[in-house]
């Protein structure tokens, strides 16, 4: 048998904290993400991968749901993962309202429109982190990562 294709000894397989040293954080049940979407399919591909991340996850089919949804919560929402576009209120609006609750609070936006169509309607791919339509869950989950260890502004 050759060195290369030797199997790793305990002491030498990376532990899942080392894998992500968010992990322990988000098991213990303090990462709370709120997703605000009114496609059924993406709320619930984007709430069974984060779930399967360890994160604690809330669901919001619009924007006057999620400020329902929030106000009722105990504890703060760490992270929106929202729509650009959605019926009743506004994803701008409904921001301004969960900054209200939470000023710390970090938001994804989801849009399948391009670059010139999301400028035209007030976003930023240059300042506002985005989550192209579709996704995967890898690229999901890279992205609320990412929004997570950005600082609040």
Same mark, same amino acid.
């Given at each position: 048998?050759?060195?290369?294709?030797?199997?790793?000894?305990?002491?030498?397989?990376?532990?899942?904290?080392?894998?992500?040293?968010?992990? @322990?954080? %988000?098991?213990?049940?303090?990462?709370?993400?709120?997703?605000? @979407?009114?496609?059924? /399919?993406? %709320?619930?591909? =984007?709430?069974?991968?984060?779930?399967?991340? !360890?994160?604690?996850?809330?669901? !919001?089919?619009?924007?006057?749901?999620?400020?329902?949804?929030?106000?009722?919560?105990? !504890?703060?929402?760490?992270?929106?993962?929202?729509?650009?576009?959605?019926?009743?209120?506004? =994803? %701008? !609006?409904?921001?301004?309202? $969960?900054?209200?609750?939470?000023?710390?609070i970090r938001v994804v936006f989801m849009s399948g429109y391009s670059d010139a169509e999301l400028?035209? /309607?007030?976003?930023?791919?240059?300042?506002?982190?985005? $989550?192209?339509?579709?996704?995967?869950?890898?690229?999901?989950?890279?992205?609320?990562?990412?929004?997570?260890?950005?600082?609040?502004?």
């Amino acid at each position: 048998m050759s060195g290369s294709s030797r199997l790793a000894t305990p002491s030498e397989v990376p532990t899942a904290t080392e894998l992500d040293p968010d992990r @322990e954080f %988000r098991v213990a049940g303090r990462t709370t993400v709120l997703i605000v @979407e009114d496609d059924g /399919r993406i %709320r619930a591909m =984007a709430r069974r991968v984060l779930s399967g991340q !360890a994160y604690r996850v809330l669901e !919001a089919v619009n924007g006057a749901d999620a400020i329902r949804i929030a106000t009722k919560q105990g !504890a703060p929402i760490d992270l929106v993962l929202t729509d650009v576009e959605m019926p009743t209120i506004g =994803a %701008r !609006a409904m921001l301004g309202r $969960l900054t209200q609750l939470n000023a710390a609070i970090r938001v994804v936006f989801m849009s399948g429109y391009s670059d010139a169509e999301l400028l035209a /309607r007030g976003f930023d791919k240059g300042y506002d982190l985005f $989550l192209p339509k579709p996704f995967s869950g890898s690229d999901l989950v890279a992205t609320v990562g990412q929004a997570l260890r950005m600082s609040s502004v």
